[in-house]
């Protein structure tokens, strides 16, 4: 059964720091990895999608790693905003589901 | 595009009373999925529909929970008879040809049972 885990399961840092928020799964045959951005009480938004043949992705201030044969995935977020303050959780897919981590709560200090 | 639309945003409901929560996928998506989202076992996958029709259902917990997806753009979740511990924040997503692409999530429905 794939397993899910996010370290740290909170995160505050001041403004301007670089970031690396951490997913780790048990399961290696995955077909890809998303890392989303949870408001409170607001629905998912995708942030990046990691197709299994890839090893990164990046979109703007964000870049995702993903080291298969290692089952982790990091999520770099470059000169942290407080706007980037939220909780951000990765999911893997495979065998027609989308397990889901329990996330990381980031607080970005202004 | 609107997204994804769901309803009611907010549902507080006493035991034993039927609740359903509705889904609108976005145009064009195939594919519609349920979650469920509680402090205790984080986000889970509770069922999932392609071109309407129910391909994975395992993460139903109980036969008090149905869904169905009428038509390409409706989709409802049904809990009946409803109890306390089903009081958690129901998303719906929807993607284009299922899990293999990215999925798009409604702002979701936050149940309370009392």
């Known amino acids: 059964k794939q397993e899910v885990t996010q370290i740290p399961a909170a995160l505050s840092v001041p403004e301007g720091e670089n970031l690396v928020l951490n997913c780790s799964f048990t399961d290696s045959a995955i077909y890809n990895l998303q890392w989303f951005r949870q408001d409170p009480g607001k629905g998912l938004t995708s942030l990046l999608l990691i197709q299994s043949s890839q090893r990164e992705q990046t979109s703007g201030r964000l870049n995702a790693s993903l080291d298969k044969s290692s089952g982790r995935s990091t999520l770099y977020i470059a000169a942290s905003q407080p706007g980037d303050s939220a909780t951000y959780l990765c999911?893997?897919?495979?065998?027609?589901?989308?397990?889901f981590g329990q996330g990381t709560r980031l607080t970005i200090n202004p | 595009d609107a997204g994804v639309i769901q309803s009611p945003r907010h549902e507080v409901t006493e035991m034993g009373q039927e609740v359903t929560l509705r889904c609108k996928p976005i145009s064009g998506h195939n594919s519609l999925f349920w979650y469920r989202q509680t402090m205790m076992r984080g986000l889970e996958l509770l069922i999932y529909f392609n071109n309407n029709v129910p391909i994975d259902d395992s993460g139903m917990p109980e036969d008090r929970f149905s869904a169905k997806m009428p038509n390409a753009s409706f989709s409802t979740l049904k809990i009946q008879p409803s109890e306390p511990r089903d009081s958690a924040v129901y998303f719906c997503?929807?993607?284009?040809?299922?899990?293999?692409?990215?999925?798009?999530f409604g702002p979701g429905t936050r149940l309370t049972v009392l």
């Open positions: 997503a929807s993607s284009f040809s299922g899990l293999l692409n990215e999925q798009f």
């Open positions: 999911a893997v897919e495979g065998a027609q589901k989308l397990v």
